[in-house]
């Protein structure tokens, strides 16, 4: 990665100085900057032609209680058309958290400062609507302050719930139709079972809308802060949940590179195929739905029994379905089958047929394109400024792929294209998934083809891998080694870092801070449906009631993820 | 009350007394666990990974409707088998009692997977331990997820206990009782 970032833009000179230092030793361009200057900051690291930074990834806090600025609130940026990263950190204290809000420049910021507001109690002055997001109405406290108790439950009762006051424009009064407040979910089948959104509805058509989320809140980030290093990985697993592999590569590969260590030829080349073949499942799952919501069952069928053939190859690996837990820091929990290559093969030849299938059934049917073209749709730039990643950002028109821009793992050796549409509609989501699982499955043709590397599955480290079960009974350093690891864990040096890999359904980025003990300090994820999802308001408003459902399933929200 | 024919397999429990050649007698009691067992509608309470593995359950290559689970439901009024699948926080707890009180009797609740049965590994500021501390469990099924087999042999579970339990219209004293989990964490 270039670092034009650290020769210091033109526009620095015009802040005071000691407003904006620049941090050294970091993996990636990191400045602190004063909260003063933060709006002013971020406003000219979107607009100057030296750093176009049009992208908000992330917003998160850190606490650090024994420092005099006990708070850190976290940004971290991204440049499309440069292909460059920064991160910006706003120290705070305790007495007085509150900063700009940079909705005004980022939009992607709204949910993300409401979750910092949430998890830490920053107060972002300007925001229309800092209230709790992933925590409920009767909570008290910030549960991710250090000094905040992991078990400490509040109770919601009923009379607590929630009720959004909608707040309708004036222009879009009808005296036709009388006004309406439909609620839809939680629990509602075409919100995926835990979605809320609150309507307000002038005959059919939506003229205000609210999304309420966190009814799968399961405190991912603090669970981590209470387990070691290798006991996260079970629950990066139920993050997204429809392709869990992915997220234990992206976790797994952020934590090697603190730790300094390159998992073996074998564990890379299994990580690539099998976090294509998650992909594929994830796109399996999404598409399959969204037909399913719209009313064309078949196609769910059609699109679930690649998933099971797959999940019979997890199976074989993993001897899990679903959460596999099959990645490891340092490699994979254990060697691939002896049938694996021959089992990859089979699913190369049965998955191409239902998809086809599906495409024959769909791509052209009347009914499908009236519900899907032109549906939810969002230009490049908005949704860029939304914070869209993944196939969602790629059917507007912008071709950003993690494994294109950043290549890990093997992508950088096999041919294969990133496919982009431009509609920016739910129909051209659709296509973008379909077009892509016949990418991800050249992927793997081609690194079959090359044949599966010898050697260990996990790194030959004692310090990060358990020594074989052999040499633990019958070498006593062996077996010292194999004390300490599951006594202490590994030990991962100071520091912090963010990488990212291409999830199913964007940059999936774990931002991870060590204190050089045995347990995480802090571990931020960034989801890639989070700032999609905080769209979906915008994209209903004055549209009608069915297209809720389509423009839900098309965006492929998975509550795990998003709440995490 | 009699039936005409009842094969073999399905008057095991139902004490069918012959007197004649085509034609049996029972108590309409019996008939309708009979009747109940064989046609659970559920009501999918999804939220999490284990919903995912439902859908696995109900879809081509498990397909629960070869065990008369066939009709899934998503109103409370129209489904008598509660499948609550997946995490249960605190937030969405208010509506799995909504959900269940709006459920008419008689009806059935199974537990699918670690994080409803006991909140799994989740010990955590905002995740209910265990759906038992507001409603009723008939059936608990471990696994995380539970493979579809898994949620297909509690649900045959399910179906020996509606033979067995009579209580299924008493019920009220069966939740656990909910202890203040701020005095419980101190």
Redesign the interface.
């Known amino acids: 990665m270039s670092t034009a970032v650290t020769e210091a833009p033109s526009f620095l000179d015009r802040y005071p100085a000691g407003s904006i230092l620049p941090q050294e030793g970091m993996d990636q361009p990191t400045w602190v900057v004063s909260r003063d200057v933060l709006a002013d900051v971020a406003r000219d690291l979107r607009d100057d032609p030296s750093t176009e930074f049009d992208l908000l990834l992330d917003v998160c806090g850190v606490d650090y209680p024994d420092r005099e600025e006990r708070f850190e609130a976290v940004y971290h940026l991204y440049s499309l058309p440069r292909n460059e990263r920064l991160r910006l950190k706003v120290p705070l204290t305790e007495e007085d958290p509150t900063l700009p809000s940079l909705i005004p420049v980022w939009k992607a910021a709204d949910w993300f400062e409401r979750e910092a507001y949430d998890m830490f109690g920053f107060r972002f002055e300007g925001h229309p609507n800092l209230r709790r997001i992933?925590?409920?109405d009767a909570?008290q406290g910030h549960?991710l302050r250090k000094d905040?108790?992991?078990?400490?439950?509040?109770?919601?009762?009923?009379d607590k719930?929630y009720r959004p006051k909608l707040q309708v424009p004036e222009d879009v009064a009808d005296d036709m139709f009388e006004r309406m407040t439909i609620n839809i979910g939680?629990?509602?089948?075409a919100m995926h079972?835990?979605f809320r959104v609150v309507a307000e509805l002038d005959g059919e058509t939506i003229v205000a809308s609210e999304v309420e989320i966190?009814?799968?809140?399961?405190?991912f980030e603090?669970?981590c802060e209470t387990h070691t290093w290798q006991h996260v990985i079970?629950?990066t697993?139920?993050l997204n949940?429809?392709s869990s592999f992915i997220n234990n590569v992206g976790y797994c590969r952020t934590v090697e590179k603190m730790l300094g260590i390159e998992p073996p030829p074998k564990a890379v080349w299994a990580r690539t195929i099998l976090s294509e073949f998650s992909r594929i499942m994830d796109h399996c799952?999404c598409n399959g739905s969204t037909l399913v919501d719209a009313g064309a069952l078949t196609n769910?069928?059609y699109y679930?029994?690649p998933?099971?053939e797959i999940?019979g190859l997890l199976e074989a690996c993993s001897g899990a379905?679903?959460?596999v837990s099959y990645g490891r820091i340092g490699g994979l929990s254990q060697d691939l089958p002896p049938d694996f290559e021959a089992r990859c093969r089979r699913l190369l030849e049965i998955i191409p047929p239902f998809i086809d299938d599906v495409e024959q059934l769909i791509d052209k049917n009347g009914i499908w394109h009236k519900r899907a073209v032109g549906t939810a749709a969002i230009s490049a730039e908005d949704a860029v400024n939304w914070g869209w990643t993944g196939p969602c950002l790629r059917a507007s028109g912008v071709g950003y792929d993690v494994r294109k821009a950043r290549p890990y793992d093997l992508y950088d050796t096999v041919e294969w294209e990133v496919p982009v549409f431009h509609g920016g509609d739910v129909y051209d989501r659709y296509r973008v998934r379909n077009a892509e699982i016949r990418q991800s499955l050249s992927i793997i043709r081609q690194l079959l083809d090359r044949g599966m590397p010898e050697g260990r599955h996990i790194v030959d480290d004692p310090h990060v891998a358990l020594p074989p079960k052999e040499a633990c009974y019958n070498q006593m350093e062996s077996m010292i080694y194999h004390f300490k690891l599951i006594m202490d864990g590994i030990l991962v040096p100071p520091g912090e870092r963010y990488d990212m890999v291409e999830g199913a359904n964007g940059e999936l980025g774990f931002y991870i801070v060590s204190d050089g003990s045995s347990k995480p300090y802090r571990i931020k994820v960034r989801p890639p449906c989070f700032p999609i999802f905080s769209t979906f308001s915008d994209l209903i408003e004055g549209a009608s009631v069915s297209d809720v459902i389509v423009t839900l399933g098309g965006l492929n929200v998975i509550?795990?993820e998003l709440e995490r | 009350m009699s039936l005409k024919v009842l094969d073999q397999g399905e008057t095991q429990g139902a004490k069918v007394a012959h007197t004649g050649e085509s034609w049996l007698t029972t108590t309409f009691d019996k008939v309708e666990d009979w009747a109940q067992r064989h046609s659970f509608w559920p009501f999918p309470f999804g939220t999490a990974c284990c919903a995912i593995e439902f859908m696995s359950s109900v879809s081509s290559h498990y397909d629960m409707a070869r065990f008369g689970s066939e009709v899934v439901r998503f109103s409370p009024r129209q489904s008598d088998l509660l499948i609550v699948a997946g995490t249960i926080n605190d937030k969405m707890a208010p509506v799995l009692k909504k959900i269940f009180d709006q459920m008419a009797e008689p009806k059935w609740v199974v537990s699918m997977g670690a994080c409803a049965c006991s909140g799994g590994f989740y010990r955590a500021y905002h995740v209910m331990q265990g759906i038992d501390e507001i409603i009723p469990v008939d059936v608990y099924v471990p696994g995380c997820p539970p493979t579809p087999e898994g949620l297909m042999y509690g649900i045959f579970q399910l179906k020996e206990k509606v033979l067995r339990d009579r209580k299924k219209y008493a019920r009220e004293s069966q939740t656990r009782v909910q202890e203040e989990p701020a005095a419980a964490a101190g």
Do not use: N
């Open positions: 992933l925590t409920h909570f549960p905040y108790d992991a078990t400490r439950r509040w109770i919601l009762t009923e719930i939680p629990s509602h089948p079972g835990t966190g009814y799968l809140h399961r405190c603090k669970m079970p629950y697993d139920r949940y429809c799952v769910f069928w679930f029994q998933r099971e999940y379905r679903l959460t509550a795990g």
